[in-house]
């Protein structure tokens, strides 16, 4: 559906956790009204429902992901975890907790919120969420002989590869590999490949008065320790959050909880 450029500006001031949601709206009362163009007039008066019936609209947690599987390029592996997660969170009731503990009507910034990226780019943003998932496929270097392509240099934006030419052998240093995969998929001769595939986790991201950045737990993790680690921080979140308080700001506030949560993880 075609928008007219007033409408189109004011639904970009919508916050963007909410916008695609808002716009989807929006065409969707327009078009049940017979017009083929929206109107600024039209985006204030779904606005205007939206606003009023936003604690209808809560589901308790906000679970957003990438594009990788609609054929994205960078897609590490189809990660396939992000419906069930879902089906997790739906279970913990956490629209029932807040419920339960928020005064007065929900609003989406109560909600819980996660994201799933199917690699390091992370359209998702799951810096910014209270846990964010992201896809990762670490490197190793087998005994096939190289024969000094350069494809894997080429390819690797973090400059994490090089070649020692005494050996004829890719380095690849740890510390700068954001364990993409990129130059698994292009080695001709398989001299890198997979060492470790799972994801990486990241704990306590938020916007907001008092922005914080996620903080990433060590390591790659597979499906059944993503799922221990989820379940770990809800019941912390239930435990402690009180009127709506973001799992964010709780692990900004204790600093134990994050090297408690990595101990409880060596302990599987």
Known sequence: MKWEKDAEKAIQKVPFFVRKKVKARVEKEAGDTGKIIVSLADVKATQKRFLKKMDAEIRGFQLDACFGSSGCPNQIFNTGIQSKIEDLLKKEDLLGFLRNQVKGDLKFHHEFRMTVSDCPNA???????????????????????????????????????????????????????????????????????????????????????????????????????????????????????????????????DNTFVPKLIRGIKDL
Do not use: W
């Open 123 to 253: 359209c998702s943003q799951p810096q910014i969420k209270d846990i964010g998932i992201i896809g990762a496929q670490t490197p190793y270097v087998t005994e096939n002989e190289c024969i000094g392509c350069m494809e894997c240099v080429s390819i690797c934006k973090e400059k994490a590869i090089i070649i020692d030419e005494t050996q004829n052998i890719p380095i690849i240093d740890d510390e700068l590999c954001v364990a993409c995969g990129q130059c698994i998929d292009v080695c001709p001769t398989r001299t890198i490949e997979t060492h470790q595939q799972g994801y990486r986790i990241q704990i306590g991201g938020k916007l907001g008065r008092h922005p914080r950045l996620a903080e990433e737990l060590p390591g790659i993790y597979s499906d059944p320790e993503v799922f221990d680690i989820l379940r770990r921080c809800i019941k912390y979140y239930k435990a402690n959050s009180e009127n709506g308080e973001r799992f964010a700001e709780l692990v900004a506030r």
